[in-house]
């Protein structure tokens, strides 16, 4: 059973950092790409940052280029999202996402 379970976030003032774990199950991590999404109160959800399997490239919102980082951990079975600099605008649940499978979601404030 594909499971995904995120952790790390919280209440962090502008400029401050988080990083956020998404520890997965069920499958092998890296054979899979795993993506981050976000959703805002009153918004739609919107792509963060994705991890390609294989080789791991990796991809960014415009939004948050030169802030957040994805990495993997096949070892550990866990995808990375650290994030640095964060503006209250950055607020909003995060949630990892690796094929049809979410997680359950980790809230992320930002403020002052």
């Known amino acids: 059973q594909v499971q995904l379970v995120e952790s790390g976030g919280g209440l962090v003032q502008p400029g401050g950092s988080l990083r956020l774990s998404c520890a997965t199950s069920g499958f092998t991590l890296q054979q899979y790409a795993i993506s981050w999404f976000r959703q805002a109160p009153g918004k739609e959800r919107e792509g963060v940052s994705c991890?390609?399997?294989?080789?791991?490239?990796?991809h960014y919102a415009d939004s948050v280029k030169g802030r957040f980082t994805i990495s993997r951990d096949n070892a550990k079975n866990t995808v990375y999202l650290q994030m640095n600099n964060l503006k209250p605008e950055d607020t909003a649940v995060y949630y990892c996402k690796s094929g049809y499978a979410w997680g359950q979601g980790t809230q992320v404030t930002v403020s002052s």
């Open positions: 991890i390609s399997s294989g080789d791991g490239s990796t």
